[in-house]
């Protein structure tokens, strides 16, 4: 993977009332939402919960495949340089995410790039975003929790260094670890934290999807979803992103 030279960490900036108040009623969504889910509400699920898993991970050396071409081809930007929201998450510039998809928002330029994976997370139920996440030796995601039980997530292991025990995941109490080929799905709303504490890289494919929901659950969680997506959350990121991709066309000569 080439390297891009390290931009300064964006400024989180600035949040409306109608963002913080969101936030205050965050707990009262989320247990309406808890309340409403047709497949429970623990930190962790059995990912045989969810039909979608199977496909990917009968197909995942072929996702593999097209992770190890971006790796190698693509500059991958920072994701605090793209979601200033996430600059605490990323403060050590060693977590990079390739997005197909973000927030329902479509990024055709690198779906052509990988078009068996993207035609395979188009399949997904309910699917909010797409990306391969990439942690780098030495990376370390503060514990930090998810903005909505309205969606969630799946990791499918693509590269997992050889030290499974030293790259984990903490959520809630319970420590998960990935392997290569198998989907792990949790509920992000519970805290979490994530090490690679080894000399290899980190990569899975983060797909977030839909919480299958029972009414008034599905009403609540359609409403929030439509003004997170509206909200400068989603939108200062995809207009980053988009400056972004516009530099990199322009230094590649496109």
Known sequence: MTNAAAAPLKTKPKRSWIYRAGKRLRPWFDEMLAKSSLVGNPPVFDAAAFPFTAELCANWEAIRAEAA???????????????????????DRKWRSFFLYGYGYKVDANCEKCPRTAELVATVPGLNSAFFSILAPGARIPRHRGVTKSLITCHLGLFVPKDRMAVRMAVDDQM???????????????FHEVWNETDETRVILLVQFRRPLRQPGKAIADAFMAAVRRSPFVQEARKNFLAWQSAQNRIDGH
């Open 69 to 91: 071409a971006v790796l190698a081809r693509e500059d991958i930007p920072v994701l605090p340089d793209i979601s200033p929201d996430h600059g605490r998450l990323g403060a």
């Open 176 to 190: 998960t670890h990935w392997r290569e080929g198998e989907c792990l799905v949790f509920d992000d709303t519970y």
